[in-house]
T-cell receptor, first 114, second 113 residues
Framework: NAGVTQTPKFQVLKTGQSMTLQCAQD?????MSWYRQDPGMGLRLIHY???????DQGEVPNGYNVSRSTTEDFPLRLLSAAPSQTSVYFC?????????????FGSGTRLTVV | GQQLNQSPQSMFIQEGEDVSMNCTSS?????WLWYKQDPGEGPVLLIA?????ELTSNGRLTAQFGITRKDSFLNISASIPSDVGIYFC?????????????FGKGTKLSVKP
């Protein structure tokens, strides 16, 4: 099925461990983004990309790295996980930055850092 | 940066009641959006508003883009159990990084049958 696929759905990490959250879309969308969702905080933008090879920081980028080597994939890396990064992470894509319709979210990755 | 204030934070209502929630901003937006998030899923777009003063309906949902471009509201009429979820407002402007969506903190809706 077409859409945004996030893996894993659930993950528990120990403080200091590293991991990569995967995001893939098969809609040939130029724009991809990562959000984190915390209780009472809404969705906050971490990083985004307007095309392969181009990434930029959002509102809360510290502690996260991204790269965009292909149009389809936009992985989010935690180099040294901290308890403050416990959250639900959503990847989203659209055909271009600023587009509204077709702005598709994945179903999320629930991350717990202990 | 820009912030959106969404209220109320949560609502507990009886099936059949109408619901109203709103969003305000300290700065203007060119576009207002309303999303719904079901448990365990990502947000899904409900309504998009493009013009100040615009009133748009989608079934039992009605949303308005405030005249000042700094606020928007969403009404749900005759609520049903499947309306349960978190509703987010989002604002967007034109050009570069301003095209990124800025989200409110959400309104959690619970419906008693």
């Amino acid at each position: 099925n077409a859409g945004v696929t996030q893996t894993p759905k659930f993950q528990v990490l120990k403080t200091g461990q590293s991991m990569t959250l995967q995001c893939a879309q098969d809609m040939n969308h130029e724009y991809m983004s990562w959000y984190r969702q915390d209780p009472g905080m809404g969705l906050r933008l971490i990083h985004y990309s307007v095309g392969a090879g181009i990434t930029d920081q959002g509102e809360v980028p510290n502690g996260y790295n991204v790269s965009r080597s292909t149009t389809e994939d936009f992985p989010l890396r935690l180099l040294s996980a901290a308890p403050s990064q416990t959250s639900v992470y959503f990847c989203a894509s659209s055909y271009r930055q600023g587009a509204i319709y077709g702005y598709t979210f994945g179903s999320g990755t629930r991350l717990t850092v202990v | 940066g820009q912030q959106l204030n969404q209220s109320p934070q949560s609502m507990f209502i009886q099936e059949g009641e109408d619901v109203s929630m709103n969003c305000t901003s300290s700065s203007i937006f060119n576009t207002w959006l309303w999303y719904k998030q079901d448990p365990g899923e990502g947000p899904v777009l409900l309504i998009a508003l493009y013009k100040a003063g615009e009133l748009t309906s989608n079934g039992r949902l009605t949303a308005q883009f405030g005249i000042t471009r700094k606020d928007s509201f969403l009404n749900i009429s005759a609520s049903i159990p499947s309306d349960v979820g978190i509703y987010f407002c989002a604002g967007q402007n034109y050009g570069g990084s301003q095209g990124n969506l800025i989200f409110g903190k959400g309104t959690k809706l619970s419906v008693k049958p």
